[in-house]
């Protein structure tokens, strides 16, 4: 097994370099490295100061996160902080790139810290889950106050090592070469005999209290939102009043619980679950990796505006193609007007905002679109108008270049066959809106080529966003749930008592960022329509199927764009106002169904838009669709608002227990009939007591 940590003798300094790629995770094998080292340089006299460094492009991401649910092994984060710490000469970390969680924690046990200008500091731990639990919750308030130590490990964020200066984290600044830098700081050391200086010595010179304390949740009350860490985090940092070893003996007990929490299987679930779906599986692509330096994007709509945006923010060349020279105009309007407020908000600086706008060019010929890589229809949703496009495309395009469809419920598979080459044509679903919404959906047909994928995956990379590949169906993976399981039964309880603004607080109480009825409102009652009139026109759905929504698109009342929709909207406000119209209207479409209403509570609401949402979705893992469980939940925790902390629908359907899901469905199935059928899946895997983990591990397997 390769060296991750090496000793060298540089003069009196002693050169520590971590090298365990791909991000210098502080792991088990890493400990036992720095340990050695440190061993090794205090048997030598002449090394006088010690200096810790890494390799690659970062100082370390932390710990080693697939080792936390095995016993850590000695020596332990605080065995070597310890030992960092209680060095008899004095130790330097020079940090570059990311030093964050445990790795800042290592630099903070050291008695100097060097950054370099463009360096990043951050203690990730609140989004994994658990708290930091090497250290940081006494260093750090140690190092920078109590209520600076909370907004930084509150937040999660990395801070820029500037702003870590100012703070008293690190110590100096550093441009051109770190390690040059650094070892003459260590020099300087001796010079001017500034010999170890031990974090745990200092003291906390602010106190909190409970004001301070709620001071600094606020900012993060939404994204901590049915959380518990946060008050974890706060015994930890409070601890720090007392001594150094009481409070690390705190916080060590605190790390576990937080280890072993639900909450923190969910979210490191989902950490590595965005990571597997980012890969292209089982299919090698032959051709060199195509690059994309020039996109194209046909149709200057909100949607093709959007994409417009992400592209010129990832530094991508931008050609923005309308026939409608109107339209070219309001998308330009709609792209400045964003950065504009960009910029007010200190977002970025004037002058990348000039930068990003120039990036995009408006272009009335479609022939002008060959001169990109890869080109992206967003055109209305309309089949054969996309037909048009992408046939009008293959004839301008050079054979190698990617076609995409932006399309969210067309069959993309009918576009391919109108062209020649529908090994090149792929869909690209992206959310709304598309410059910052974290998901695509990859939109795979069966005869989409690896390297048109492979092609896809670069592009989310470029774009940062979080890419899950689905095969060619009706809604894909996320539409396809939402609107056969859990939209369509959020509207049967409406017919059958509840009211919109119950089936959303309950659905928002539950986590989920917004409830269906104001999803709903936000993005048009009218998109839906138009997809379902998309849909009957391949399949068909027994009534009722969103009677209600498309009553409403029927009766224009659209949501928040015509100020009423399930709800009322006042002046082109956002607030949602409770409105009896639509009450009645629900009392006449359920009596006309012989719907009989009563009194339903939150609890029945939650499960059977949760349980309706898991069963399609296991649907959707039968039909092969989506590739993975894990893939599911990344699609659902990433586009469509499902709170991380519960680890997506999937991982959700787990912890309740399948066999348990099964039940319950079937329950629902007696009284609800089609549309409750168990999925084959759920049946099989409830049957066998098998989870959707267990699936995903054995199919990968397979
Ligand atoms: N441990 C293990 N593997 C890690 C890892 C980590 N900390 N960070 C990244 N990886 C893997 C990742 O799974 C992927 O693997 C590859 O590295 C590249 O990652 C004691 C307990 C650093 C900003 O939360 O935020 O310290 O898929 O695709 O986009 O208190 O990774 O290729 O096989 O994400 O360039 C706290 C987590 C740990 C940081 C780089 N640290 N990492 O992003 O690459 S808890 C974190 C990140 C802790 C202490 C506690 C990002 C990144 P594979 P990537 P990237």
Redesign the pocket.
Known sequence: MAKTVTFDELGPVGLICIDNP??N???HAVRVGLIDAIAQAEKKSSIKVLLIISGG??F?????????DRPQGDPS?QQLQTRVESCHVAVVAAIHG?A??????LAMACHYRLAHKNARL????I??G???????TQRLPRLIGARAALDMIFS?K?ISAPDAKAKGLVDELVEGDLRVAATDFCKRLLQEKRGPRPTCNRTVVDSLDEAEIAAALLPHARALKGRTTQYLVVEAIQASKLSFSQGIAIEAAL?QRS?ACRESLALRHV??A???S??LRGVASTEPPLSIRRIAIIGAGTMGSGIAMAFADAGVEVLIHDNDPTALARSRNIVQTSYESSVKRGRISREVADQRLQGIRSVTELAEAAQADLVIEAVFEDLELKKHVVSELDKLLPEERIIASNTSTLSVTELAHATKHPLRVLGLHFFVPAQASRLLEIVRTDETSPESLEAAFRVA?LL?KVAVVARDAFGFIGNRMMLDGYFREAEQLLLEGATPAQVDAALENFGFAMGPQRVSDLGGNDVGTKARIQLFKRESRPDPYFVIADRLTEMGWLGQKTGRGFYRYESGGREAIADPEVISLIEKLAEERGIKRREIGDEEIVERCLLSLINVGAMVLDEGIAARAADIDVVWTSGYGFPRHLGGPMFYADTLGLAQVLQRIRHHHERLGHYWRPAGLIERLGAEGLSFEQWDRSSASH
């Open positions: 791909p991000v995770a502080i792991s492009e970062l370390s991401a932390g710990a080693d996160i697939s080792e936390f984060f990311l964050l969680g445990g790795g800042l924690e951050g203690m990730p731990e989004t994994l658990i708290i930091p639990g090497a250290g940081a999660g990395p790390a280890l950490f590595f965005e990571r597997e980012g890969k990379k940062k």
